[in-house]
């Protein structure tokens, strides 16, 4: 190894790419382009990764959102058309026929599809803010961040029926002087007074929320819409390791056999399954990063061979030279050894160079990316897959340089000697 660390090994390596200084550039150009374009591919796929994870963080990732429509189909005795309502019982059902399902959150809303939204007053304040009721299961599949001092809805306001409310973040500044503190006060909705016991803190990417909405327990808005055991749709999170898309297929089909809907009938109930979108997006995002490893690996292959390719045609002409230094007592191991410390030198730097080249153009999208309405942040590739690629440029450059190094070895003194 003392060789790697003597000046005059450098000397002679610095000298022979000197000679040949536009040609060694662009060998290192074409070895430093494909690490290059590994980073910057895997870079931006772990970046959209990223953008839909914080877009969707709020929200369990295998969720899922049902609701009824209208029968398209005649079926059992019912004409076609007929309108389909969710009740509160299906709930249980589901919960008992389907395994796959890990929590389901039954749901009302006025105000998000169409209707009025409901009148909220506080002393000579008003405003119009959409409605929810919800149970306290709802929070485990979409997270709810509550201001310190204040909670969500609980199981002991669903028993009780309390007229609590968790108000948003802009309704707080709308209906509330500036500083006053809201838990603890007292709002009107549609007419009955409410006690605010929380303020939510909007996060987005959870579906059709906005900042300023407001959540009551679903007994309380049951009483106080007159809505029965009436459901507007279900939220539903499946297990982790469950296949979401047929457990949506399983409770659409559970869902028809409870309302009398015919089997076949599409158009019964409407879904939208986010755990189906998520897994698709991940699906594109590690098919980028494996195309990106093909193509990074395909390219540095092909540097790689361009500079085994110089070394060659650097040994052609240095015939006479590894001849003298032969005759002079230099041992074949030394000679092997310089040209393939010269290769694995070029393709080192080659490398280092396209790293570095590719993090800069990933810290600059970034930058662009930052405030876009977009889902996509921080894009990076983790450092062992980096010093993974670029131990892989170092291993074929060594056994690429093995070529060059053997014709070099292969030079006997007196036929070097007699090269003009």
């Known amino acids: ?91 249980e059902v589901l919960k008992n026929r389907i395994p796959e399902i890990n929590y389901i959150a039954p749901r009302n809303a006025k105000g998000v599809f169409g209707d009025a939204p409901g009148l909220i007053v506080r002393g000579q304040k008003s405003g119009n803010y959409a409605v929810y009721g919800d149970f306290p299961v709802f929070t485990k599949i979409a997270t709810k961040k509550i201001y310190d001092g204040g909670r969500f809805i609980n199981d002991e306001d669903i028993e009780q029926t309390r007229k609590v409310c968790v108000i948003g973040e802009r309704t707080e500044k709308e209906l509330f002087e500036k500083g006053e503190n809201p838990i603890g006060g007292y709002i009107r909705i549609d007419d009955i007074f409410f006690q ?17 909405d407001i959540f009551i327990p679903f007994t309380t808005y049951r009483k106080l819409y007159n809505t029965a055991d009436n459901v507007g749709w279900l939220t539903i999170a499946a297990y982790d390791d469950a296949d979401v898309i047929k457990a949506e297929q399983n409770v659409k089909a ?32 590690k098919g980028m990063t494996f195309l990106s490893l093909i193509v990074g690996i395909a390219t540095i292959l092909a540097g790689v061979i361009g500079i085994g390719n110089i ?30 410390l010269e290769s694995v030198f070029l393709t080192l730097l080659a490398g280092i160079i396209g790293i570095i080249l590719g993090a800069l153009v990933l810290s600059a999208i970034n ?38 190094a053997q014709r070099a070895v292969s030079i006997k003194p007196i036929d070097a000697l007699r090269e003009e």
Not at 197 to 205: L, R
Not at 321 to 334: D, K, N, Q, S
Not at 380 to 399: D, N, Q, S
């Open 1 to 91: 190894m003392k060789f790697i660390f003597d000046s005059n090994t450098w000397q002679e390596i610095f000298g022979s790419i000197s000679k040949n200084k536009t040609r060694t550039i662009i060998t290192i150009i074409g070895v430093l382009w494909g690490i290059f374009i590994y980073i910057g591919l895997s870079g931006a796929a772990k970046g959209l990764d990223n953008g839909f994870e914080r877009q969707f963080e709020s929200v369990a990732m295998n969720s899922m959102f049902v609701w009824a429509q209208s029968t398209s189909v005649p079926y059992d005795g019912f004409k076609t058309g007929r309108q389909l309502q969710l009740k509160l019982g299906d709930v």
């Open 196 to 212: 605010v016991v929380g303020v939510h803190k909007f996060t987005p990417g959870g579906g059709f929320e906005t900042d300023s």
């Open 254 to 285: 559970t869902l028809k056999n409870i309302h009398r809907v015919d089997p076949e009938d599409e158009r019964a109930f409407g879904s939208f399954n986010l755990g189906e979108i998520f897994n698709k997006i991940m699906g594109f995002s």
């Open 311 to 340: 070394l060659l045609i650097s040994v052609k002409e240095r015939t006479k030279e590894l001849g003298v230094r032969r005759a002079l007592g230099a041992t074949p191991a030394e000679v092997r050894n310089q040209i393939i």
């Open 367 to 404: 930058g662009f990316t930052q405030g876009v309405d977009f889902p996509y942040t921080n894009p990076t590739v983790p450092i062992p897959l980096v010093l993974g690629a670029l131990a892989i440029m170092v291993v074929l450059g060594t056994l690429i340089g093995l070529i060059p």
